[in-house]
């Protein structure tokens, strides 16, 4: 029995001898972590450290999607952050406000990608914003060089481009108006891998002057939809700009109330809202093919049943009809499609719901996170008003080794 004992109590150690000596084996193990464990291994010894930074490494890593762990979000470009947690096991924020070392200025964050931040900040008296790259999970950030040639123009958008399952490398494309150029429109294109600033050959003109704001990136181009406006997409490596077929009006009113854009898993995402009295509508996915691409539905949403259950996202007009406050924030792909669902915003809450079988759960409440933290309030819930629904920006959230 003694000679067992000893035995069962070597085993373990025989076998941590035998992977910490085998780099192949330890890799595969590694790579199955989450980067929050990862970056507390990197202390554990000068192999597991040089395993872990190696480019091999992040390559293996990141071909694997990653969930949205959270969202952070922004209130009326608020300079605070709130955390919503998403993922089963919830995590600290990863910061409240942003200030970086040597910048005087506050950050705010004006785009995410892939695990990156696009972040920008206005110095005083300074004619142009300066732009960050910036890895929240790693807390390291590059400030962009500013963009040569200005020449005055207006700057219509600044957007990140970053797929680490086909590069370490990003992009930051600046969309901009050249009142002294032959040509109206001008694209730059930032490249990690270079680090400068070039001027895309695809410079154009184009009628009825396009919406260039909050574009997202999926599929190696970058897409900006709007109502009033061509809807369209750069494609990053043709350096084309053309436009995109929109899904038809479903509603009698032409104008929409709200969209949302925004990719999720290697899928691209489209909600129209025709109007601020409707609760059903549908989540279009685009669909794109070497010679063409369009929108087609891959949910219908019924938010009757919140509306039940949360009654006091009802505003009444004193009319024949309710206006409803909410606003869709994130729609979230996961493995298994069954489990994919749509983050909606309510007063002072933020619901779960889920697309498969309709169901909905609260996963998070402003009021009580709020009294948390600052010791209550008097009547223990936020004064709501439909700019909270307007203004608000929600950011994803993912954990990335990615290197800026």
């Known amino acids: 029995m003694a000679a067992l004992s000893s035995y069962s109590h070597y085993q373990p150690s025989l076998s941590a001898e035998i992977i910490a000596n085998n780099e192949d084996l330890l890799t595969e193990i590694l790579v199955c972590l989450p ?52 993922g089963s096991n919830p995590s600290p924020a990863p910061f409240k406000s942003l200030t970086f070392e040597n910048i005087p200025s506050r950050i705010h964050v004006k785009q995410s990608c892939n695990g990156l931040l696009l972040c920008s900040s206005l110095q005083e008296n300074a004619r142009r914003p300066d732009y960050f790259v910036y890895n929240p999970a790693t807390n390291k ?4 060089p500013p963009i040569a040639n200005d020449n005055g123009a207006l700057y219509r958008d600044v957007v990140l481009a970053f797929d680490p399952s086909k590069s370490p490398h ?19 294109i930032f490249s990690s891998q270079t680090r400068t600033w070039r001027v895309c050959n695809s410079s154009f003109n184009y009628p009825n002057s396009p919406f260039f704001m909050e574009g997202v990136f999926w599929n190696n181009a970058i897409y900006w939809c709007k109502s009033w406006s061509p809807s369209i997409y750069f494609d990053l490596d043709k350096e084309e700009v053309r436009e995109i077929p929109m899904p038809p009006n479903v509603s009698e009113l032409g104008e929409k109330w709200s969209w949302y854009l925004g990719a999720s ?41 919140i509306v039940t259950s949360y009654p006091e996202m009802i505003k009444n007009l004193q009319t024949d009809l309710d206006y409803y406050l909410f606003s869709t924030l994130c729609v979230v792909r996961e493995e298994n499609d069954d489990d994919s669902y749509l983050v909606v915003h309510l007063p002072g809450k933020i619901i779960r719901y889920n697309f498969k079988d309709k169901s909905f759960k609260k996963i998070h409440d402003f009021a009580s996170s709020d009294s948390e933290h600052q010791g209550g309030s008097e009547n223990g819930n936020e004064q709501v008003t439909d700019l909270d629904f307007v203004g608000t920006s929600a950011f994803q959230y993912q954990e990335s080794l990615a290197s800026v």
């Open 35 to 86: 980067v929050k464990s990862l970056l507390s291994f990197k202390s554990v010894s000068k192999n597991w450290l040089s395993i872990i930074t190696s480019p091999n490494f992040s390559f293996r890593l990141n071909r694997l999607p990653k969930p949205i762990s959270g969202l952070l979000m922004s209130r009326n470009n608020s300079q605070e952050y709130k955390f919503i947690n998403l």
């Open 141 to 144: 950030y590059t400030m962009l």
């Open 170 to 188: 990003y992009k930051v494309v600046c969309v901009k108006d050249c009142f002294n150029s032959e040509s109206s429109i001008q694209i730059e």
């Open 265 to 305: 898993r290697g899928h691209l995402h489209l909600i129209e809202i025709y109007s601020p009295f409707n609760t059903i509508f549908n989540i279009y996915e685009m669909e794109k093919r070497e010679d063409f691409c369009r929108w087609v539905v891959k949910y219908q949403v019924d938010l009757s049943q």
